[in-house]
T-cell receptor
């Protein structure tokens, strides 16, 4: 079965550079979530999109932005990178029912970003 | 609002003995509850999920969890631990527009 695809798998950037992470949800899933997991930390919610509109916002820095496109894939754009941005970035997707229940939460394998 | 508490940050068991990882939750919604496992340097893998069907949920690799609404608990169990079960386990509550993760329980399996 198709899963959530994230690219790239690994990324190395220098301080103050920019990075773009991509997430391709499971077909027919309409909701995408981004999480950041620092070394030894539990995943922290960054932002989510439902039907191409931002649906919730967590602890996402102002230097980061994200969007969901017409084909439901999402991109997380990170500018002015800092050493502390080094982390594993997970994307998840789900199908949202009219009653706002979510089914089929599935995570991608993550993008490991290292800022040097 | 929702939250999840994993009561033990570390659990150590001997191979072949039962595993119990404890999780309590709170949620303003009818919650969806999940257990994910993460092996070192790997992504999150879904073990099992509860979405208002049967209260006893069976997952992969012999794990199961029981949803107890009166106790707001969703503890993860396995009858007999295997060395390959050593990993970090996250209890997760879903509702609204996001998932809320517990802080994780590190499971160590000894010979």
């Amino acid at each position: 079965a198709a899963g959530v695809i994230q690219s790239p798998r690994h990324l190395i950037k220098e301080k103050r550079e920019t990075a773009t992470l991509k997430c391709y949800p499971i077909p027919r899933h309409d909701t995408v979530y981004w999480y950041q997991q620092g070394p030894g930390q539990d995943p922290q919610f960054l932002i989510s999109f439902y039907e191409k509109m931002q649906s919730d916002k967590g602890s996402i820095p102002d230097r980061f932005s994200a969007q969901q496109f017409s084909d439901y894939h999402s991109e997380l754009n990170m500018s002015s990178l800092e050493l502390g941005d080094s982390a594993l970035y997970f994307c998840a997707s789900s199908l949202t029912s009219p009653g706002q229940s979510h089914y089929g939460y599935t995570f991608g394998s993550g993008t490991r970003l290292t800022v040097v | 609002a929702q939250s999840v508490t994993q009561l033990d940050s570390h659990v150590s068991v001997s191979e072949g003995t039962p595993v119990l990882l404890r999780c309590n939750y709170s949620s303003s919604y009818s919650p969806s509850l999940f257990w994910y496992v993460q092996h070192p340097n790997k992504g999150l893998q879904l073990l099992l999920k509860y979405t208002s069907a049967a209260t006893l949920v069976k997952g992969i690799n012999g794990f199961e969890a029981e949803f107890k609404k009166s106790e707001t608990s969703f503890h993860l169990t396995k009858p007999s631990a295997h060395m390959s079960d050593a990993a970090e386990y996250f209890c997760v509550v879903g509702g609204g527009n996001k998932l809320t993760f517990g802080t994780g329980t590190q499971l160590k399996v000894e010979l």
